[in-house]
């Protein structure tokens, strides 16, 4: 009888994932984790932002955390036309760019008495303006 065990070279085997999984849904998750840990990196390191590379884009992850929101307060504000967001053609993933979750923060910005007392004097001096016409 002869051996076979004489023959097998062992084999090294380093970072192997053996799944049932779809590969497109295991591509995606793998996108979705890289794109992530990006947005926390930008996050957390805005320094590292040249003013060549743009806006800071998000997913909805660091959009959430960018906001303190849940997940599903993002995609509910996206899907009731509040937040603005984006998609690369052909992607199902959603990103957002700081500049439009700044502008959202500052849509809840209460004025200062003095900003409520100027417009209101602009107000008054249009209309008796408009009356003396």
């Known amino acids: 009888m002869v051996s076979l065990q004489k023959n097998i070279k062992p084999v090294k085997m ?12 295991f591509i995606s998750d793998i996108a979705d ?3 992530r840990k990006i947005s926390l990196f930008n996050t957390e390191n805005p320094s590292q932002q040249s003013a060549n590379q743009g806006d800071l884009k998000y ?3 660091g959009a959430a955390d960018y906001l303190g929101v849940t997940k599903a307060n993002i995609y509910l504000k996206k899907s009731q ?3 603005p967001a ?4 052909g992607s199902k993933r959603l990103f957002f760019y700081k500049s439009d979750l700044d502008a959202y ?3 809840g910005r209460n004025r200062t008495n003095a ?3 100027a417009e209101a004097h602009e107000y008054l001096s249009k209309r008796k303006g408009a009356s003396h016409g």
Do not use: M, Y
């Not at 192997?16 to 497109?24: A, F, G, H, K, P």
């Not at 984006?86 to 053609?89: F, Q, V």
């Open 14 to 25: 380093k970072n192997v994932v053996l799944s049932t999984r779809n590969i497109d849904e």
């Open 33 to 35: 984790e890289v794109v």
């Open 59 to 61: 997913d909805v992850d």
């Open 81 to 83: 036309g509040i937040l």
């Open 86 to 89: 984006c998609k690369a053609p």
């Open 105 to 107: 923060i500052r849509q």
């Open 115 to 117: 900003e409520i007392e």
